[in-house]
T-cell receptor, first 114, second 118 residues
Framework: AQSVTQPDIHITVSEGASLELRCNYS??????LFWYVQSPGQGLQLLLK??????LVQGIKGFEAEFKRSQSSFNLRKPSVHWSDAAEYFC????????????FGTGTRLTVIP | DAGITQSPRHKVTETGTPVTLRCHQT?????MYWYRQDPGHGLRLIHY???????DKGEVSDGYSVSRSKTEDFLLTLESATSSQTSVYFC?????????????????FGPGTRLTVL
């Protein structure tokens, strides 16, 4: 069965510090992996996606993620966090079949302190 | 931003009443989805559509029905709302890859509808 685990419910970092949000997935075939960000009261915005090829993918707003098949992980990173990065982050997994229904993790809420 | 609107944006209703939420897109995308978002659960798929009049169930479809009579509109109906259906509902759209009928895998989300069932 498909599933996504985001083990950190809430993370607090200082502005300017580095960030890593963890994501582990379970999927029976080649996964497509996504990170979305949601600001309070807003919809979801795609940060980055992995379909194939280079396992280090670059996204918007200075984010990157690395796909590690051996660890079933797709962790999100940013070298220097800005106060505007405070939001909720969702990892999702989908596949190549049919309508590509996505399975989301439960999210990680990021708080940035000055 | 993808042209996706949801209406209403907020609704308060009473248990047992019917409720219909509308998702409208201007992108002419083939695939449309309804999700609900609840604390501790992330987003869960309710129903999806892969074309006009073509729909299928998702992970949490009980108590919900959908209809798609036009490419641009995807309706979610709660026939008899219950308090457990209090949630934020998101619509999403996705396009087919040119060479196949498979969804493009990148989903674009609407702004959401906050539904409260008293």
């Amino acid at each position: 069965a498909q599933s996504v685990t985001q083990p950190d419910i809430h993370i607090t970092v200082s502005e300017g510090a580095s960030l890593e949000l963890r994501c582990n997935y379970s999927y029976g075939a080649t996964p497509y992996l996504f990170w979305y960000v949601q600001s309070p009261g807003q919809g979801l915005q795609l940060l980055l996606k992995y379909f194939s090829g280079d396992t280090l993918v670059q996204g918007i707003k200075g984010f990157e993620a690395e796909f590690k098949r051996s660890q079933s992980s797709f962790n999100l990173r940013k070298p220097s966090v800005h106060w505007s990065d405070a939001a909720e982050y969702f990892c999702a997994v989908g596949g190549q079949t049919g309508a590509n229904n996505l399975f989301f993790g439960t999210g990680t809420r990021l708080t940035v302190i000055p | 931003d993808a042209g996706i609107t949801q209406s209403p944006r907020h609704k308060v209703t009473e248990t047992g009443t019917p409720v219909t939420l509308r998702c409208h897109q201007t992108e002419n995308h083939r695939y449309m989805y309804w999700y609900r978002q609840d604390p501790g659960h992330g987003l869960r798929l309710i129903h999806y559509s892969y074309g006009v009049k073509d729909t299928d169930k998702g992970e949490v479809s009980d108590g919900y029905s959908v209809s798609r009579s036009k490419t641009e509109d995807f309706l979610l109906t709660l026939e008899s709302a219950t308090s457990s259906q209090t949630s934020v509902y998101f619509c999403a759209i996705s396009e087919s890859r040119r060479s196949t009928l498979l969804a493009d895998n990148e989903q674009f989300f609407g702004p959401g509808t906050r539904l409260t069932v008293l």
